[in-house]
């Protein structure tokens, strides 16, 4: 069954700090890999996509990695900010269907 | 930057009511698509419409849902008869192509509350 879990479920972390959230995925066909950024009672809004092909991708302060063998996902959050507090999505699309098949989040807090 | 719009941002209506949500996609997207978020829940898939009609959907999507695109911008989630557990966030996203790898932009989602 395509599934897709993320861990931890829910993060604290202090103003400045890194942090690293995690993603496994039993998707296949496998076509790509997406992190959304969802704030409370919004849209998500995509941070990256990746390909098969790609090991790691960054879009700003947010680097997100892949390991297609071992199907697992990395996003790397460095020198977090207050506006970083949201939810952190991975979503990985099916080759076949075209599907996204979605994770529910790893809530990050960040506080001052 | 262009957005995909959603009106209301919040609907609240009785069991039984019909409520139709609306969407405004980017203008140069051709693929649109309804989700829906029950609080505390992953974001699920209802729909996917091109070219003026349904080109996938989902279990959930039944007899009760229908989408429409009545002019060249609106696109809109019909629910014909509201359950309570119709209750959820409803995202309209669009995107220029389908999927295999394409961005899809999500509204900021109408908040439906049935009772």
């Known amino acids: 069954k395509n599934q897709v879990e993320q861990s931890p479920q829910s993060l604290i972390i202090l103003e400045g700090k890194n942090c690293t959230l995690q993603?496994?995925?039993?998707?296949?066909?496998?076509?790509?890999l997406r992190w959304y950024k969802q704030d409370t009672g919004r849209g998500p809004v995509s941070l990256t996509i990746m390909t098969f092909s790609e090991n790691t991708k960054s879009n700003g302060r947010y680097t997100a990695t892949l390991d297609a063998d071992t199907k697992q996902s990395s996003l790397h959050i460095t020198a977090s900010q207050l506006s970083d507090s949201a939810s952190y999505i991975c979503?990985?699309?099916?080759?076949?269907?075209?599907?996204?098949?979605w994770g529910l989040g790893t809530s990050l807090a960040v506080n001052p | 930057e262009p957005e995909v719009t959603q009106t209301p941002s919040h609907q609240v209506t009785q069991m039984g009511q019909e409520v139709i949500l609306r969407c405004v996609p980017i203008?140069?997207?051709?693929?649109f698509y309804w989700y829906r978020q029950i609080l505390g829940q992953k974001v699920e898939f209802l729909v996917s419409?091109?070219?003026?009609?349904?080109?996938?959907k989902s279990e959930i999507f039944d007899d009760q849902f229908s989408v429409e695109r009545p002019d060249g911008s609106n696109f809109t989630l019909k629910i014909r008869s509201t359950k309570l557990e119709d209750s959820a966030m409803y995202f309209c996203?669009?995107?220029?192509?389908?999927?295999?790898?394409?961005?899809?932009?999500f509204g900021p989602g109408t908040r439906l509350t049935v009772t």
């Open positions: 993603c496994n995925y039993t998707v296949s066909p496998f076509s790509n």
């Open positions: 203008s140069n997207h051709l693929y």
């Open positions: 996203a669009s995107s220029q192509r389908t999927s295999g790898g394409r961005e899809q932009y």
């Open positions: 979503v990985v699309e099916a080759g076949n269907n075209r599907k996204l098949i």
């Open positions: 419409f091109y070219n003026n009609e349904i080109s996938e």
